[in-house]
Structures are given as structure tokens and as C-alpha cells.
């Protein structure tokens, strides 16, 4: 189909490649809001199964926000496309919470075209900064999510669940650790040069640093090593589309449909930094969007519960998730533009007191903390 050195980073290379196909489009735009692949939201010349939206993603070789200087294998497409298979087929369809169908995988090109979740959806990180929630509707979102995830954690307990390939996703299991706990004390020592923790840096306790420390050694040995679950690997808002309903406009929203994309880093992994990576940037958004404080504790309490369902207290994976939390918000608070200086470093020294608490926190402590519900 393709040239296999096909370049797809434009709308016209896209064009180009689509002309000869049943995708092919007479409108292709930019979607923005990822960074690591070229995603673009193609209108066919002729509806394919009766629709004329699709999304079209193009892995090439390197992050495609770094512009071609940090290098990152294709093989990763091939982790997303089988995820996307395995949970459709896995997972009811017509659960308020699924993936979108995938319409073609081309290995060749590191193509992938998916189903549209609509023009009109929006990540959830953006819709909780977008909009005051009504509670049903932050709480039906966060009990979705946590079903949805607590049941993929748990498929490998069924004795006939394959894990397959996802043994093997050595991308994932590079870049997970490298872009948090590989950078925890060089954010924090000044090393990065990060302009909001400089002049002066954070002060930071030497048994801290140790704490964390060592902290991070053991965990990045477990993420390359673990064989827990099969994760998602990159489960933050931003790769969770929302589609609410209104009966009229302005009315009330009730929620229609959500959609979890993005499955690159999926692999065999710890449960806890799916779980971590979700309740840090509800933090985020708790934190830099003071007014939709009670809608983030809303999804983070209803996604703890559902993502337990019956199951008992489990104080090892609280442990991991809380400490993951700080481990995000000391790496990303202050390199994704959140918010102000003294914000940044309130939240970063925040992030180490989840680290701090996650390893060597009381049962009591633990129980109070963002993933309390996990225990209590
Ligand atoms: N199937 C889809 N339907 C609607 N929007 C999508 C779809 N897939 C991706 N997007 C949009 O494109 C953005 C980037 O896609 P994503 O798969 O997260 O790419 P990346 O791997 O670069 O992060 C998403 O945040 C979302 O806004
Ligand atoms: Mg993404």
C-alpha cells in the first residue's frame, strides 16, 4: 500500500499515502494533545462501514514532538494495535467504557487508523479543566475508569490469559522508568537545570534523597522485571476521551461514553503506576484548577473504589501507586506548564513527601493519603 519509507508528517504526505485506499480523504487536521506520534483526523471521499470520520496515527522513529531529535522505535505501534485488539475482544462493547476499533495496521509504514471517538469528545484532563462537573457525572466517570482498569489488571489471573507479546514491550519498559524515577534526583539536585526548581533548589533532607533513592533503583529493576498484570502504561486523563450527552444546549450533561486510547507502553507491568499515574494528575488538576478541587476527589474516590470492587485492603500496591504519585509529580510538575513557581515547587515538595510516605509511611498514613481507598 505504502512506500515503506513513507514520511507521514504532514496533511499532504497523509493525503498522499491515503489516495489509492478506501480511507481515501478529501480532509485531513492535525490533532493535537499527544506527543509522540503524528495523529490526524481524516473525512473519507466515501464512508467506509457507514462512517466518514476516522483517526489516522503515524509512529515514526523519534518523539514527534521532539522534532527528530529523540529517537523511539516503531515497534511500539504493534503494542497499541494488539492492545486495542485484545480489549475489544475481552471487554463488552457496549460498555459505557471501550477502545476504538482498529480499521487497518500497515507494520510497514507504522500506520494505524482507528475508529473516531468523535469531534466532539474531549480528554478528560480537559474537560474537568473545561467544565464544572455535576457529581453523578464526576462519579460515573471515575467508577467507569476504575472498573475498566481493575478489570484488565486482573485478566492474568484467569489461568488461560496470554500475556504474549506483552513480556516483550521493551520500549515501554525503557521509557516508563526513564521519564520518572530515572529523573527523580536530578530534578531535584538542580542537575536538569529546571529554571522553577533553581535559585534556590528545594530543600530536600539528605535521608530524603536516600529514601528516594534508593527508592527509585528498586522500582525501575521491578517495572523491567515484573510480570504483575497487563497495563495499560501510560493511563493519565489525557488519554481518556469524554463524550457527554445534553438534552438541550447548556442543559445538564450526563455521560455518554468513554474511550481509553493510546496503548504503546502496555505491558506486562506494575498495576500501581497505572493507578499512581491517573490519581497524580487528578492532583494536577486538584492543585493548578483550585476550583475543581471537589470534582477531582470525586473521580479519584470513585475510581479507587470500583478499581477494587470487593477485593480486600492491599497495602503493597497502595504502597507503589502513592509513591508513583510522587514519583510524577516531582518529574512532571515542572516540566509540563501547570502553573507558577510557587505552586510548582509546593507540588514538587508534595511529590517528595508521597515518595517519602509511600516507602516508609505508617498503615495510618497510608490510609489517609490520595489512595487511602485502597486500603481502608
Ligand atoms: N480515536 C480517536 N478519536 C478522537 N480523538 C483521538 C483519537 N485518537 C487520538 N485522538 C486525539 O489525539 C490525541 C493524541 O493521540 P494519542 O493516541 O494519545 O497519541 P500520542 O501517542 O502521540 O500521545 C489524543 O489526546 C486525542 O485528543
Ligand atoms: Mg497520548
Redesign the pocket.
Known amino acids: 500500500m505504502a512506500d515503506n519509507n513513507a514520511d507521514l508528517t504532514t496533511s499532504a504526505d497523509v493525503r498522499k499515502y491515503l489516495s489509492n485506499t478506501p480511507f481515501a480523504s478529501h480532509t485531513i487536521s492535525v490533532?493535537?494533545?499527544?506527543?509522540?506520534?503524528?495523529?490526524y483526523?481524516i473525512h473519507l471521499n466515501t464512508p467506509f462501514e457507514g462512517k466518514e470520520t476516522?483517526?489516522f496515527?503515524y509512529?515514526a522513529p523519534y518523539v514527534?514532538?521532539s522534532g527528530g531529535t529523540m529517537a523511539l522505535p516503531t515497534e511500539r505501534q504493534k503494542f497499541?494495535v494488539e492492545s486495542l485488539r485484545l480489549v475489544r475482544e475481552m471487554h463488552a462493547d457496549d460498555d459505557v467504557i471501550a477502545v476504538?476499533a482498529v480499521r487497518l495496521f500497515d507494520e510497514e509504514a507504522h500506520v494505524m487508523i482507528?475508529?473516531?471517538?468523535?469531534?466532539d469528545?474531549?480528554?478528560l484532563k480537559?474537560l474537568v479543566i473545561d467544565e464544572a462537573l455535576p457529581q453523578p457525572v464526576a462519579e460515573e466517570i471515575g467508577a467507569a475508569i476504575g472498573r475498566f482498569l481493575g478489570r484488565i489488571h486482573a485478566w492474568n489471573k484467569n489461568g488461560s490469559f496470554d500475556m504474549g507479546i506483552f513480556h516483550n514491550n521493551e520500549v515501554g519498559k525503557m521509557i516508563s522508568p526513564l521519564v520518572t524515577y530515572g529523573r527523580l534526583i536530578s530534578t531535584l539536585s538542580g542537575r536538569d537545570n529546571i529554571a522553577t526548581l533553581a535559585d534556590p533548589v528545594l530543600d530536600v533532607p539528605e535521608e530524603n534523597l536516600d529514601v528516594i533513592s534508593k527508592l527509585a533503583e528498586a522500582r525501575s529493576h521491578e517495572i523491567g522485571s515484573t510480570s504483575e498484570a497487563f497495563t495499560h502504561g501510560?493511563f493519565w486523563p489525557?488519554?481518556i476521551?469524554v463524550s457527554l450527552r445534553r438534552e438541550s444546549e447548556g442543559g445538564v450533561p450526563t455521560l455518554e461514553k468513554l474511550?481509553v486510547?493510546?496503548?504503546?507502553l502496555a505491558k506486562a507491568g506494575l498495576r500501581g503506576l497505572d493507578i499512581g499515574q491517573f490519581c497524580a494528575e487528578m492532583r494536577l488538576l486538584q492543585r493548578f484548577y483550585p476550583s475543581r478541587q471537589k470534582e477531582a476527589s470525586t473521580i479519584v474516590r470513585s475510581f479507587l473504589s470500583a478499581y477494587r470492587g470487593g477485593s480486600g485492603p492491599d497495602e503493597a500496591l497502595a504502597r507503589v501507586a502513592i509513591a508513583h504519585v510522587g514519583a510524577h509529580l516531582v518529574a512532571w510538575t515542572p516540566r509540563v506548564r501547570w502553573g507558577d513557581r510557587e505552586e510548582t515547587r509546593k507540588t514538587v515538595a508534595e511529590g517528595v513527601e508521597l515518595l517519602v510516605g509511600g516507602a516508609e509511611g505508617t498503615h495510618a498514613w497510608l490510609g489517609g493519603s490520595l489512595v487511602g481507598h485502597l486500603i481502608m
Open positions: 490533532l493535537a494533545g499527544g506527543s509522540a506520534n503524528f495523529t483526523r476516522f483517526v496515527k509512529a514527534a514532538a497499541e476504538p482507528i475508529d473516531d471517538c468523535g469531534a469528545t474531549r480528554t480537559q501510560d489525557g488519554n476521551m474511550y486510547l493510546d496503548w504503546e
